[in-house]
């Protein structure tokens, strides 16, 4: 099946959620295309090779690796060195490699409070433990010591662990971006090293509502309201994300009527995703009133983390929530 | 912890029509304040996107200190209302995410108020000295088995490699 012309394509996940895989699989009939074009030398999720195959390949033997998932152990730490070791381009593919998504919204938490919450206090994935175990990183057995992957505290993006050559956006990319990025990695068409693969404008440019002055007093979660079909949802008070997210989904949620959540992360130019909606939002709120303003947030927008750094806490300045000085085991 | 004493690093971004020159005459009239407040100088409160305050606490300030003109004196009409708006919604995103409220403060001082603009800084250093070294990017560290966990998986794939088929 591989003829020794064909580029070497490599797939991997980390800390994500198995929807970047299914996106590639997306693309349906046109996914004999990319396995006519490539040799998939590596992809857990459908084919049988293993790490020790990655591990005997000479740096710099795969061609493209698409890697997605935050980094949240040291498996998956060591996994991302592997790669960009053996790969020529690396590209950060989807939301948790590029900005850590999800799973970096438990960077409000650390280690001792995510085992808390999935040993302890947790029902769906663990009904009972009463002797309260949880994972070591070290056992004793009589044939050796045993390891299991050390969890971090914090996660992190793929680009803060090793060098990232692209990012894809999207939670998840949308088939037809892959296609087109994967095309034009075939072709040698690629943009300078470091770009994010996607269009640099936002998701208002794709947004097809009418829009006009924003005045917000009040804000709206989305089962408060049944928003207008044709207005700005913005200026509905819906907490839309479209003014400081990258466009190239089509503007898909606010055509059905759903405010933006930021999937495609921040727009060229943008530094921290979340500063730049607080900005926005700032200056749109109608009130010179100190304590109306701190109502009007308060009330409005419970939980400004999750709001602001939905996708991208991981990537932002502060990466994190603040950690006890004294904690450090 | 070293023996030395903590000097808080305070970044401050003062108005370029008000709060700077409520400095520059705190300056030429002998008002004293502590010297760990660097002064940056913006135009206008408004122009101080959230993004700054961040860069400033992600790069290891103390604390931050944003200086405009009174509500209702902006040399830009109504800017000053943004820089307040601003500072609100940093302030309930940034408790989020455990800073203390006293490291970041918006006060306002006209060009008249290098007393007043004096006595803020001082305070402000004062209750951030209170609070001790923030140091956020410590907060990105892992522990040390960090290391050894990913030395300990490359040696035994590098065992596992050696056993015969």
């Known amino acids: ?329 | 912890m070293s023996d030395t004493v903590f000097e808080p690093k305070i970044i401050g971004f003062l108005c370029n029509w008000c709060s700077y020159r409520a400095a520059d005459l705190a300056g030429t009239a002998r008002i004293k304040y502590p010297p760990n407040i660097r002064i940056l100088r913006v135009m206008c409160s408004g122009r101080v996107d959230p993004t700054f305050v961040l860069n400033a606490f992600a790069r290891g300030a103390d604390g931050v200190m944003l200086a405009g003109c009174h509500p209702g004196e902006c040399h830009y009409i109504d800017q000053n209302y943004k820089a307040m708006r601003r500072y609100a919604m940093l302030k309930q995103m940034l408790s989020q995410m455990g800073l203390e409220e006293d490291r970041l403060r918006l006060v306002w001082a006209s060009a008249a108020e290098g007393q007043q603009l004096a006595e803020a800084i001082e305070k402000l250093v004062a209750d951030v000295r209170r609070l001790g070294p923030l140091n956020w990017p410590k907060c990105w560290e892992e522990n040390g088995r960090r290391l050894e966990a990913l030395q300990n998986i490359a040696r035994e794939h590098a065992e596992a490699m050696e056993v015969p088929q």
């Open chain 1, 1 to 329: 099946m591989s003829s020794p012309a064909k580029p070497k394509l490599a797939l991997y996940w980390a800390a994500s959620c198995g929807g970047c895989e299914i996106a590639v699989l997306a693309v349906n009939e046109k996914i004999l295309d990319v396995a006519a074009a490539f040799d998939i030398v590596f992809w857990p999720v459908a084919l049988d090779a293993k790490v020790r195959d990655v591990e005997k390949m000479p740096d710099g033997g795969i061609d493209v690796c698409l890697f997605n998932g935050g980094i949240r152990t040291s498996e998956q730490e060591y996994m991302a060195r592997l790669m960009r070791a053996k790969s020529k381009v690396l590209v950060a593919f989807g939301s948790c490699a590029h900005e850590g998504c999800i799973p970096g919204l438990a960077n409000l938490n650390n280690r001792e409070e995510v085992f808390n919450t999935v040993y302890q206090e947790g029902s769906a994935t663990l009904p009972e433990n009463p002797k309260d175990l949880r994972p070591q990183p070290e056992t004793r057995v009589a044939e050796g010591t045993l390891h299991l992957p050390v969890f971090y505290d914090t996660l992190k993006t793929l680009d803060q662990t090793v060098e990232v050559d692209y990012y894809l956006p999207g939670c998840p990319p949308e088939a037809e971006k892959i296609l087109s990025a994967v095309t034009a990695i075939i072709e040698g068409k690629l943009p300078p090293k470091g770009s994010v693969i996607g269009l640099n404008t936002t998701v208002c440019d794709e947004c097809p509502r009418k829009r006009s002055e924003k005045k917000i007093k009040k804000f709206y979660r989305t089962w408060q309201l049944i928003p207008d079909e044709e207005t700005c949802l913005l200026e509905q008070g819906l907490l839309c994300c479209g003014i400081a997210t990258r466009a190239g989904c089509g503007a898909l949620c606010p055509q059905v009527n759903s405010p933006c959540i930021g999937c495609h992360g921040a727009n060229n130019g943008v530094v921290d995703y979340g500063a730049r909606m607080m900005s926005a939002l700032a200056s749109v709120i109608d009130s010179q009133d100190p304590v109306e303003i701190n109502r009007i947030i308060k009330e409005g927008i419970p939980d400004p983390v999750g709001s602001f750094y939905r996708f991208s806490l991981a990537a932002s300045q502060l990466r994190r929530k603040k950690k006890p000085s004294a904690v450090s085991s």
